[in-house]
């Protein structure tokens, strides 16, 4: 009996950057710090507003002379126009490479040993002309690919892996309280530490500045956390993104991103733990904190 799935993920998009630059060029920009990016080391990373709010959040993978951004395909034309403003004179290149590579998860049991990957977060290895890595965020989501975009999932299919569709490795996910770029961050209003960022390995509070840097900071260390993103279980239909989440008359938070009774919602902590119902287009939301979270 298959154990172990892989989904080929399509509504995610590659961009690739090229150039001498290349990795000073995005050191400057995201979250995370981009000299740990290496053929073994994946990362997981954001690009904020000047004012530290959500603009794109992608993984970044090395592969040969280029470093290859996991994004959401319907907005990487709007992340490779947001890089290109900061270009200048830097010797880097940006170019769309979805048509020459595809995302894939692996999941399940055994899925990180079928690889010959460690249970270790952003862990990478050469992978059928492409890169297999353990994904940055959490252990338990197993692994994520780039992989030529004829292969499709065959080479996987041959290390034991059951096909799948996209919708099954979101349920894993919705499952674990992860949350997937726009779908559950607001762009240019989310904060990153309202939504799991610093515990899903997307920050290094060690790294040198960049774009929304002070504000970030500046929340972690005032522990100005009010809100957080965190997986509710739904009693009735599924309440569409965006539904206020009521308790009482007082609006408590907004649903994001669901599928088959389960969802996530941006919620005030103080109406996690009063008592009181949570209340969504008539659904009733049972929130819980998961095990990864710091709050």
């Given at each position: ?24 060029f995005?050191q ?17 990373a ?28 319907a ?8 890089l ?14 979805s ?21 270790e ?67 240019e ?71 088959d ?9 103080e ?10 287009a ?7 904190k ?6």
């Open positions: 009996m298959v154990e172990r799935y892989c989904a080929v993920l399509e509504d995610r998009g590659v961009l690739e950057v090229t150039g001498a630059d290349r990795r000073e995005l400057g920009l995201v979250s995370n710090d981009v000299a740990k990016a290496t053929p073994d080391r994946a990362l997981y954001a690009l904020l507003t000047a004012q530290g709010k959500y603009l794109h959040d992608f993984f970044i993978v090395a592969l040969g002379d280029a470093l290859y951004l996991d994004g959401e395909a907005r990487l034309a709007d992340l490779k126009r947001r290109g403003l900061y270009k200048l004179r830097a010797k880097v290149s940006l170019a769309e490479a048509d020459r590579y595809a995302v894939a998860a692996a999941f399940g049991d055994g899925a990180l040993d079928a690889l010959g990957l460690p249970p977060r952003g862990a990478a290895v050469p992978f059928a002309d492409g890169v297999g890595y353990v994904d940055p965020r959490l252990v338990e989501l197993g692994a994520r690919l780039l992989l030529p975009r004829g292969a499709g999932a065959t080479p996987l299919a041959s290390r034991g892996f059951g096909m799948t569709d996209a919708a099954g490795y979101d349920r894993l996910r919705l499952s674990l309280g992860v949350p997937d770029g726009s779908r559950d961050l607001a762009v209003k989310a904060i990153l530490l309202e939504s799991g960022f610093d515990e899903l390995n997307g920050i290094d509070w060690q790294k040198g500045c960049y774009v929304g840097q002070e504000l970030t900071a500046r929340t972690k260390y005032r522990a100005l956390i009010k809100k957080r993103l965190m997986p509710v279980t739904v009693h009735g239909p599924l309440p569409p993104p965006g539904t206020p989440v009521m308790s009482g008359d007082q609006e408590a938070g907004e649903m994001r991103s669901g599928r009774g389960v969802g996530l919602a941006l919620l005030r902590l109406a996690t733990s009063d008592g009181k119902p949570l209340i969504a008539g659904a009733k939301l049972t929130p819980r998961p095990a990864w979270a710091n709050f």
